[in-house]
């Protein structure tokens, strides 16, 4: 186009007329809202009111409200690992689950009633560990696809009796390309028929090579059955756990991942939250996803209720307005409005791309068709 009005130059700028009507009087232009000026003269506003146009368009509402700020060395605090028990099914991976839970409740917590919340933490040697209690491949797809790794270790379970199959293999698989390091748990050795050389035989041909014969992998015997070598586990994971120097700022707004969430028809919707830096508390704004509130009641997985939640913690959350996936990341925030609003966002992109796949569909039918 050759000319533009003045007030449409001032839309296209994001700028009030009055502003592009000063401007071009500074240009020696004068002209009102329904005037027409040239292109040349109209790039030159434009180029004046570029470099501010930019700054105030890039600034989102996401750098608005959530504090993605980089930790300071000094503020850094050693947390507890987390980890995520994979491997063939049956071959123990939930027993060696409910094995550790059981006998490493802390002693103030026995008797509590033990909920299903997703996740939970035991104490070793007076540190805590903890324990993500969902399949480990679908935690690993689905945090993986969002780029929120939530997991430190695996712990790889494998069969004495049965030695490497499918799912070992996948397991290893997700648990590389996560670069999470891995612990093999050699279960069920109280078993008759256990061989605990040829499972470690049959791993090296995956790339995981045992410390004993020169690699970097530990492998642990156990029996979830009879309790055999569950310390050593245990102890295993605290030793990984200080190779990686595993830290956390407590002291800033909380981050993480969902970790499971469903509606319940009493409380409505209820997350496992894993706080992975800083402090979650009770009455924090907090956006997971698609989903926003506040955090109404926060209890651990012993149905204890707790006011906050450091780094490597789980919690189960009451408050948001809407389930939230397993997977998400959450961000306790500093503006209730705007995290609405950015909710809203989120909601509305979600749903564009959701219409855009499906008319892609539709047209890919539609070609196949002809
Ligand atoms: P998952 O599918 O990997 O979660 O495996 P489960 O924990 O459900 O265990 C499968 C079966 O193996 C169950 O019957 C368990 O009782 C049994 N099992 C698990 N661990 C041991 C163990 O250390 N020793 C023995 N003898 N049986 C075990
Ligand atoms: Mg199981």
Redesign the pocket.
């Known amino acids: 186009p050759e000319s533009i009005t003045v007030g449409e130059l001032a839309l296209r700028l994001k700028a009030t007329v009055a502003e592009v009507i000063k401007k071009l009087m500074q240009n020696g232009v004068f002209a009102s809202i329904n005037d027409e000026i040239d292109f040349d003269t109209a790039s030159l506003v434009a180029m004046e009111f570029h470099a501010k146009v930019e700054k105030e368009v890039e600034v989102t509402i996401e750098e608005q409200i959530i504090d993605d700020s980089e930790d300071k060395e000094e503020d850094l605090e050693t947390r507890a690992p987390v980890v995520v028990v994979m491997?063939h099914?049956?071959?123990?991976?939930?027993?060696l689950l409910d094995a550790i839970r059981h006998t490493n409740v802390t002693s103030s917590e026995a008797g509590g009633i033990t909920q299903h919340i997703g996740a939970y933490q035991v104490k070793v040697n007076d540190r805590m560990v903890t324990f993500l209690d969902t399949p480990g491949h679908e935690a690993f797809t689905t945090m993986r696809a969002r780029g929120a790794m939530a997991t430190d270790i695996a712990v790889l379970?494998v069969a004495a009796d049965d030695g490497v199959m499918p799912q070992t293999i996948e397991a290893i698989h997700h648990a590389k390309a996560a670069k999470v390091n891995i612990i093999v748990a050699v279960?069920?050795i109280?078993?008759p028929g256990a061989n605990p050389q040829m499972v470690m035989e049959q791993l090296t041909k995956y790339g995981i090579v045992p410390e004993e014969w020169g690699g970097n992998v530990p492998c642990i015997p156990v029996?979830?059955?009879t309790g055999t070598g569950l310390n050593d586990l245990l102890e295993m994971i605290l030793l990984v756990a200080d190779m990686k120097e595993l830290k956390a700022n407590p002291n800033r707004p909380a981050k993480g991942v969902i970790i499971e969430a469903r509606l319940d028809k009493g409380r409505g919707p209820i997350a496992t939250m894993l706080v992975q830096n800083g402090t979650l508390h009770q009455g924090d704004i907090v956006v997971a996803g698609t989903s926003v509130g506040r955090v109404r009641a926060m209890t651990n997985e012993s149905g204890r209720e707790i006011t906050s939640a450091k780094p490597s913690v789980p919690v189960e959350v009451t408050g948001l307005d809407s389930v939230p996936a397993g997977g998400d990341t959450f961000n306790a925030v500093s503006d209730e409005r705007l995290a609405r609003e950015l909710v809203e966002q989120r909601r509305t992109a979600k749903k564009e791309e959701k219409f855009n796949a499906r008319t892609k569909v539709t047209l890919d039918n539609l070609f196949e068709q002809m």
């Open positions: 491997g099914v049956d071959h123990g991976k939930t027993s379970v279960n069920k109280d078993k029996s979830a059955k």
